[in-house]
């Protein structure tokens, strides 16, 4: 079993920036892939970005690659989500997620944190 509790959404202007952490308990990150999935109200989950940590393969959205950088620490076993430049579009709740191998399908991952909501104003 994993546990992932997510911090450090909030909102913000556009343009601005944020980091999200995902700090993992009850097994440690580097046996398994993972990363971040987004809500936005009447839309389905999407993922955002992912890292594998065997390998060290990262993957992001084409919506977010080259404003987001995914990171993470196998000693805190925590994954971080650096969002810059930020946009309205990027408003939604974000979720950590943990399962296998990287994969951009949410039905691939065992596990789910609890969201924190990011707000972008215009």
């Known amino acids: 079993q994993v546990q992932l509790v997510e911090s450090g959404g909030g909102l913000v202007q556009a343009g601005g920036s944020l980091r999200l952490s995902c700090a993992a308990s009850g097994r440690t990150f580097s046996s398994y892939a993972s990363g971040w999935f987004r809500q936005a109200p009447g839309k389905e989950r999407e993922f955002v970005a992912g890292i594998n940590w065997n390998d060290g393969r990262i993957a992001y959205a084409d919506s977010v690659k080259g404003r987001f950088i995914i990171s993470g620490d196998n000693a805190k076993n925590t994954v971080y989500l650096q969002m810059n430049n930020l946009k309205p579009d990027d408003t939604a709740v974000y979720y950590c997620?943990?399962?296998?191998?990287?994969?951009?399908?949410?039905?691939?991952?065992?596990?789910w944190g609890q969201g924190t909501q990011v707000t972008v104003s215009s």
């Open positions: 997620i943990a399962g296998s191998s990287l994969n951009r399908a949410a039905g691939s991952y065992d596990y």
